[in-house]
């Protein structure tokens, strides 16, 4: 059952809201190459991005264990609530990514199968396999395999992800009975469709700032999907402190709903 709006809901949606606006609004407002600078590897955005993903992880692995959801799938029912669990290990992958498992860090080089890494990282999300068009040293677009790559590229997998659990989940809750009970069965944390909103309004933001830039902004160095992803990872982050409050104050209803023990003797 998706909770209520109150006041500290609105809070959450503003800060969001200004943050992202904020963010994009910095295509606007910094000098070029100011911008580049805190658009590339290791730089201000992608750190964010990677401590806003560890921390989602951790906020989510939390109500994994502290929620007494289960889930109710065809054959078993689990003892947790797995969506929690799967998204704490989403959420940590992907951070690990941002930052390539640390390879900058421990100063070691990607080698074996990440020998061929477009980035020369120990990342998945950038070998050549699962990047569908890239552009090569002289600036040119390297368009790497078929029809398949393209439509399962990475940006999509990405919109499919948030679109399905923060947009069609709730969406179709809210207005199919057969769908708002089947979602109910599986216990799938629903999300409010504000966070759904947001999420839309940050891609959008994406290919407007990409429309303000001149030219091709990869090629000038800024690297302005480093916003989008921040974003994600913030508005991820957001959501499941928010679910974090929402479960605090359950249990905090439930107690002051529960009969009071009475320790006192009746009189005979």
Not at 5 to 33: C, D, K
Not at 108 to 115: L, N, R, Y
Not at 117 to 142: C, I, K, M, S, W
Not at 208 to 228: A, F, M
């Amino acid at each position: 059952m998706m909770p209520k709006s109150n006041p500290l809901t609105f809070r959450f949606i503003l800060v969001s809201l200004g943050w992202i606006i904020g963010a994009y609004a910095t295509v606007l407002v910094l000098p070029t190459q100011l911008l580049v600078r805190i658009t590339q590897e290791d730089s201000f955005f992608e750190n964010l991005t990677f401590l806003a993903f560890f921390a989602a992880a951790g906020v989510f692995m939390y109500l994994y264990f502290a929620r007494p959801e289960r889930n109710n799938f065809l054959f078993f029912t689990t003892r947790k609530n797995l969506f929690y669990l799967l998204a704490a290990i989403l959420f940590f992958f992907c951070g690990g990514e941002e930052i390539s498992w640390g390879q900058r860090v421990f100063n070691t080089t990607a080698t074996g199968m990440f020998a061929d890494n477009l980035q020369q990282e120990t990342t998945l999300h950038n070998q050549p396999a699962f990047v569908y068009e890239y552009y090569d040293q002289n600036g040119r677009v390297v368009q790497n395999g078929g029809l398949l790559l393209r439509v399962f590229r990475q940006e999509n997998l990405i919109n499919l992800f948030c679109y399905s659990w923060c947009l069609l989940v709730p969406l179709s809750s809210l207005l199919v009975a057969r769908l708002r009970r089947f979602w109910a069965v599986l216990n799938v944390p629903l999300m409010p469709l504000w966070m759904g909103g947001l999420l839309v309004l940050n891609n959008a933001l994406l290919h407007v700032g990409r429309l303000l830039l001149p030219g091709n902004s990869e090629l000038t160095g800024i690297k302005i999907v480093e916003i989008k992803e921040c974003g994600i990872a913030l508005l991820f982050l957001s959501i499941g402190v928010w679910f974090w409050l929402q479960n605090r104050r359950q249990i905090a209803a439930a107690t002051l709903l529960a009969p009071e023990n009475d320790a006192s003797v009746p009189v005979a």
